[in-house]
């Protein structure tokens, strides 16, 4: 079916059609961009250096911040760069590895996300073998777990999008590519390709939302037989990443889990998840986290020092 091809060039509609609209966005989404840069980069060191944050959650909370800024950047300068020029334009094939990357970062995202409630799981529930079950080995695999089916299931989206034939209206109405737009101006009936998507994509999350709602149910349930000070602080840090869970998984659910439209305020919700939430992230987890805001002002005060020294 690829050999029947005749378009080599898509345009990307974009966000909004007006020209000042669009440069307003851009001085809005650039700071965003770069704060999501520096606040999981800062995540991302702080874990790495300090000796304080070497516990099975902070190994975890720093591949996540890795895994924000990949997945932001999957969309993000393309989105910002778009947003300046009177013409987007993306080769086929970049529109295909574009929407690799993004749902292999997204993906390997939930799977984390996952992993995380877990690792909350058995600190709370079983805190005796806490350090048996969670040993380093254990956590290197599960972060390789996350990885390789975020792998699995970009290789399944884009193996089900490369079949499809583009010989007419070359147009996605979105403001980056994925697969429910490129859908739409292919030259056959996508229907089965929609269930596949549906299936590869909805499912992934409605299930690990389940997993993970299930898993803090029983966190609670268990937290009735700790001490005023112990469910104070397992509540503080469980809180940190419910909040990100429903940030991430709200969005995508209502997007993958429903049949797709043109409406902005789908492009909007888009917006959420792939430019915002990966700048909230941080914040979440700094403001609920003492530990990691001790370390952060340690490891600023160790460079102010430093670069004094230098002087």
Same mark, same amino acid.
């Given at each position: 079916?690829?050999?029947?091809?005749?378009?080599?060039?898509?345009?990307?509609?974009?966000?909004?059609?007006?020209?000042?609209?669009?440069?307003?966005?851009?001085?809005?989404?650039?700071?965003?961009?770069?704060?999501?840069?520096?606040?999981?980069?800062?995540?991302?060191?702080?874990?790495?250096?300090?000796?304080?944050?070497?516990?099975?959650?902070?190994?975890?909370?720093?591949?996540?911040?890795?895994?924000?800024?990949?997945?932001?950047?999957?969309?993000?300068?393309?989105?910002?760069?778009?947003?300046?020029?009177?013409?987007?334009?993306?080769? %086929?094939?970049? $529109?295909?590895?574009? /929407?690799?990357?993004?749902? #292999? @970062?997204?993906?390997?995202? =939930?799977? +984390?996300?996952?992993?995380?409630?877990?690792?909350?799981?058995?600190?709370?529930?079983?805190?005796?073998?806490?350090?048996?079950?969670?040993?380093?080995?254990?956590?290197?695999?599960?972060?390789?777990?996350?990885?390789?089916?975020?792998?699995?299931?970009?290789?399944?989206?884009?193996?089900?999008?490369?079949?499809?034939?583009?010989?007419?209206?070359?147009?996605?109405?979105?403001?980056?590519?994925?697969?429910?737009?490129?859908?739409?101006?292919?030259?056959?009936?996508?229907?089965?390709?929609?269930?596949?998507?549906?299936?590869?994509?909805?499912?992934?999350?409605?299930?690990?939302?389940?997993?993970?709602?299930?898993?803090?149910?029983?966190?609670?349930?268990?937290?009735?037989?700790?001490?005023?000070?112990?469910?104070?602080?397992? %509540?503080?840090? $469980?809180?940190?990443? /419910?909040?990100?869970?429903? #940030? @991430?998984?709200?969005?995508? =659910?209502? +997007?993958?889990?429903?049949?797709?439209?043109?409406?902005?305020?789908?492009?909007?919700?888009?917006?959420?998840?792939?430019?915002?939430?990966?700048?909230?992230?941080?914040?979440?987890?700094?403001?609920?986290?003492?530990?990691?805001?001790?370390?952060?002002?340690?490891?600023?005060?160790?460079?102010?020092?430093?670069?004094?020294?230098?002087?």
């Amino acid at each position: 079916m690829a050999s029947t091809n005749n378009v080599t060039e898509l345009i990307i509609a974009g966000l909004f059609q007006d020209s000042e609209v669009q440069r307003a966005c851009f001085v809005v989404f650039l700071p965003v961009y770069l704060a999501t840069l520096a606040g999981n980069g800062l995540i991302i060191l702080t874990v790495s250096v300090s000796k304080n944050l070497h516990s099975p959650m902070y190994f975890f909370l720093g591949y996540l911040s890795l895994v924000e800024i990949s997945y932001s950047s999957t969309v993000v300068p393309k989105f910002l760069a778009d947003l300046l020029a009177k013409i987007k334009t993306i080769s %086929l094939e970049g $529109c295909l590895v574009q /929407i690799f990357f993004f749902h #292999l @970062f997204g993906v390997t995202e =939930i799977l +984390l996300l996952t992993v995380m409630a877990y690792d909350r799981y058995v600190a709370i529930c079983r805190p005796l073998y806490y350090t048996t079950i969670m040993s380093r080995s254990v956590c290197h695999l599960l972060v390789a777990g996350s990885w390789l089916g975020g792998i699995i299931h970009s290789m399944v989206q884009i193996l089900v999008a490369v079949q499809l034939p583009f010989c007419g209206p070359n147009v996605i109405d979105h403001y980056f590519c994925d697969l429910h737009p490129l859908f739409k101006i292919a030259c056959t009936d996508t229907f089965v390709e929609g269930v596949i998507v549906l299936a590869n994509s909805g499912l992934i999350s409605v299930v690990s939302f389940l997993i993970l709602v299930s898993s803090y149910v029983v966190i609670l349930f268990n937290l009735r037989n700790h001490s005023a000070e112990g469910r104070r602080k397992a %509540l503080s840090t $469980c809180a940190s990443h /419910i909040t990100v869970v429903i #940030l @991430f998984f709200g969005p995508a =659910i209502f +997007l993958y889990m429903r049949p797709s439209s043109s409406f902005t305020e789908d492009k909007l919700v888009a917006v959420f998840y792939t430019v915002i939430t990966p700048m909230l992230n941080p914040i979440i987890y700094t403001l609920r986290n003492a530990e990691v805001k001790i370390a952060m002002r340690r490891l600023c005060g160790k460079k102010v020092i430093s670069g004094m020294e230098q002087k």
